[in-house]
């Protein structure tokens, strides 16, 4: 146990965030996208889980941390919902409150296509399984910086 580190955030987890770099991608997802071989393909190339989250559970405890990137309009990104681009289920609205919550303002996430959403996956730096059940509980987001003390 650390302190003042979100104990929700394993030893893995928080390796994986802090080796990450500025613009790198990070996925979030639900139980039931294909993370493990996805996570194949990542840089990190292996699959992390924070399993007893919800998704916004899991966001929250990682912005904690992780600055999003401030450079982008595409800092945070939702999987759409198949044939309806425009519906926010409850799980996206409750991961949309955590980042308006993280960034001090409303900051809208972009909406991503599923298929599109796998293949931005395949290109990220690591996936994050949580064990959210609720469906379209797929998140992307992009690190940002760290600034000097002023």
């Known amino acids: 146990m650390l302190k003042g580190i979100d ?9 994986c965030l802090r080796a ?10 639900d ?19 924070m399993e007893n989250l919800t998704s916004a559970e899991a966001i929250g405890s990682i912005l904690s941390v992780l600055p999003l990137d401030t450079f982008v ?3 945070a990104m939702r999987m ?12 996206q609205k409750e991961v949309q409150a955590q980042i308006d919550l993280a960034e001090g ?5 972009l909406s991503v296509e599923r298929f599109a959403f796998y293949d931005l996956a395949r290109q990220s ?24 003390d002023e």
Do not use: W
Request: glycine content about 8%; some cysteine.
């Open 31 to 49: 139980t039931n996208f294909p993370a493990d071989s996805v996570a194949r393909e990542t840089v990190l190339g292996k699959l992390l889980r």
């Open 105 to 109: 303002q409303p900051r809208p996430m």
């Open 7 to 15: 104990p929700q955030l394993n030893a893995d987890v928080l390796q």
């Open 125 to 148: 730096y690591a996936v994050i399984q949580t064990g959210e059940r609720r469906f379209y509980g797929c998140f992307v987001l992009r690190k940002g910086v760290v600034g000097p």
């Open 73 to 75: 309009d595409d800092f």
């Open 20 to 29: 990450m770099g500025h613009g790198d991608a990070l996925v979030i997802s």
């Open 80 to 91: 759409e919902v198949v044939d309806a681009p425009d519906e926010i289920p409850d799980v």
